[in-house]
C-alpha cells in the first residue's frame, strides 16, 4: 500500500548533482523510526502506520554541495494528509497561540529592519510570506504598512489568512507579481525541489530585491545520527529536528544555501550590523538577549548560520 505513497528522488534537487552516499536509513515501521513518529504526531492529532507500510526513512549526503535529504519523500496526497489530518489544525493554532508574544516580537523587528534596509515608505514595499503558515508574519507586514501577500498548500490556513484581510496567492500567479522582499522561513527543509521553487521564486522579485532563506541548521547533524537519540527535545544539543523524518526533507548548512542560491543566479546579501542592531536585540530572558546580540556577528562575520539574505546576482 505505502509504494504508492511515496516519491524517490534520485539525485540532490539542491545542486541536482548524481553523486552522493547514504548516511542512514531505518523502516519508517520499525524502531526508533517509529517511536520517533508516534512521539511526534500523535499530541498532535494522529499517525496512520498504513500509509507508510515498508517505506524507508533514507538521508543521503550530496558529495558536490553537502545536503543531507531524504530520499523517499511522501507524494502530495500524503504531504497534505500529514499536514491537513495528522497535524490538527486546531492543537496546530493552539500551539501556534502559545508563542504568539515571541512571534509578534520577532516579526515585528525583522520587518522593522528591512524597511530600514530598503529606506522607503512602507506602502511602497510589496512582501511575499512563501509559506505563511497562519499568516502572522503577513499579518506584522501588513500592520507595518506594507503591501503584504501570503503563499500557503493548506486550505485551513489560506482560510484563516483571508478571514485577516492577508492577500494569498496561488503558485501559478506569482509570476504576475513582482516583490521587494520575499520571506521564506522556515520553509525549504520541507520543499521537494528546493533548487526549482528557488528560480521560480527569482522571477518574481524585483532587480533591487530580497529573499530571505531560514532553516534549521543541519551543521554536525551527522554527528548525533551516530548518537541517534531521537528523544532528544527540539533546540537540544543532540536534536535530530534538522532531519524529522517525512517533513524535514532537506537539511541545510550555510555552504549548502550558498550553493544552491549561485546555481540559481543569486549571491548573499549581508545587511548591515548598524541597521541588525537597532531591531535585533530582544528576548525574553537575559540569555536570549545575550544570544540575540551575537547573532548578526555570527551571521555576518563567521558564515555558518542558515538565516540568509540573497539577492539576484549583479551583472557586470
Known sequence: MSTSYFMKRQFCLACKSEKHKKIYSCQFSKPPIKEYLESFYIPQGRI??????????????????????????PNDFLMRKIYEEWIDPVKSYEAQQNTIIEDYLSYSQEVLMLIAYFNMIPSQLKFLDFGMGWGIWCQIAKVMGCE???????????????????????????????????????????????LDTLSYL?????????????????????KKL?????????????SL?????????????????????????????????????LYAIHGKSLMQVLKNVLKPVYRNIFNKGTYIFLRKKIKC
Open 48 to 73: 496512520e502506520f498504513e500509509y507508510l507500510g515498508d517505506s524507508e526513512f533514507i538521508l543521503n549526503e550530496c558529495n558536490y554541495c553537502g545536503l543531507i535529504y531524504q530520499e523517499e519523500i
Open 148 to 194: 503584504s501577500y501570503g503563499t500557503e498548500l493548506s486550505e485551513t490556513r489560506i482560510e484563516h489568512a483571508k478571514s485577516n484581510g492577508i492577500k494569498v496567492i496561488s503558485w501559478e500567479e506569482l509570476p504576475n507579481h513582482d516583490f521587494h522582499f520575499i520571506n521564506t522561513g522556515q520553509v525549504f527543509e520541507h520543499i521537494a525541489e528546493p
Open 202 to 222: 527569482k522571477k518574481t522579485l524585483k532587480p533591487e530585491g530580497l529573499l530571505k532563506i531560514s532553516v534549521p541548521n543541519g551543521a554536525g547533524i551527522k
Open 226 to 238: 551516530k548518537i541517534s537519540d531521537w528523544t532528544a527535545p527540539k533546540s537540544s544539543r543532540n
Open 241 to 277: 529536528n534538522a532531519v524529522a523524518p517525512l517533513e524535514h526533507i532537506n537539511c541545510f548548512t550555510y555552504n549548502s544555501i550558498i550553493t544552491m542560491a549561485n546555481i540559481a543566479g543569486f549571491e548573499q546579501v549581508k545587511i548591515p550590523l548598524s541597521i541588525q542592531y
